[in-house]
């Protein structure tokens, strides 16, 4: 990829690292943004190869993501505005299903789709200067995103309504307060910090890391029997695999395990 493309990839031993890369334009989710990032996410989602588990940031201090691009949306024909939201709902649902691990390194300002997108991916982390809003209702709009579904299982169902209801913006000492992001870091350490807890998680067996992800991702959304059966299953899926031999065979040898996936 090139330095001009609005998403960069680069693959960092078994970690996809993705940077949002329109800095001029607040990092705004634009159609060939979003068209390369649902295009990614499938990608992984039928074959993740190498990929064990994916970082995302924007490109610069400022804006982690500014949301959609309002600029082309306002000239863009009726068809490709369907196809722009088709998109963005499309990009929430496949970060939810996709069985790599996404984390957020939230280097700055996320508002709208951009804070959207952090409720949307596994966990987050975010520079200590990152600021949050979802002002889509100052706009004469609800939230397309998924925030309505995915903050109220971050913040918890009272917190979603004053911030979706208000479109206030939140600071992200109260984003890490409320169960948005993880960790709070010094803007130079954030993604860094991320890489390493992506370096730690794909050290793990994937088809265990990939099976805990979908059992947890079910844990919001099914009565507590059906969540336990689904654990057991996933368990005994995980038990017979290679990766589990070799997770045992390494303790007995006192050796870090080399897991393949298989």
């Not at 969540?227 to 040898?253: K, M, N, P, Y």
């Amino acid at each position: 990829m090139t330095a001009s493309e609005p998403l960069l990839q680069e693959q960092i031993g078994h970690v996809r690292m993705l940077t949002l890369n329109r800095p001029d334009a607040g990092n705004a989710l634009d159609l060939q943004m979003l068209t390369s990032l649902t295009a990614l996410i499938r990608e992984l989602t039928i074959d993740p190869g190498d990929t064990r588990c994916a970082v995302i940031t924007g490109a610069g201090q400022r804006i982690f993501c500014g949301g959609g691009d309002m600029k082309e949306r306002r000239m863009m024909a009726p068809a490709a505005a369907r196809r722009h939201r088709g998109l963005m709902e499309q990009l929430i649902r496949d970060l939810q299903e996709c069985p790599v691990p996404f984390i957020a390194a939230v280097n700055g300002a996320a508002v709208g789709a951009g804070c959207e997108l952090v409720a949307a991916v596994d966990f987050a982390y975010a520079a200590e200067t990152a600021r949050f809003s979802l002002p889509e209702v100052k706009l004469g709009i609800v939230p397309g995103g998924g925030a309505t579904q995915t903050l109220p299982r971050a913040c918890g169902p009272r917190r979603a309504k004053e911030l979706i209801l208000t479109g206030k913006m939140f600071s992200a000492a109260e984003a890490l307060q409320w169960g948005l992001v993880n960790k709070l870091l010094p803007p130079q350490d954030l993604v860094p910090a991320a890489l390493e807890t992506a370096r730690l998680i794909s050290a793990n067996a994937p088809m265990a890391v990939r099976e805990s992800k979908k059992a947890i991702g079910l844990a919001m959304d099914v009565d507590l029997a059906t969540g336990l059966r689904f654990e057991l299953q996933a368990h005994h899926r995980t038990a017979v695999t290679r990766d589990r031999a070799e997770g045992l065979l390494s303790i007995a040898e006192k050796r870090t395990p080399i897991f393949r996936g298989e």
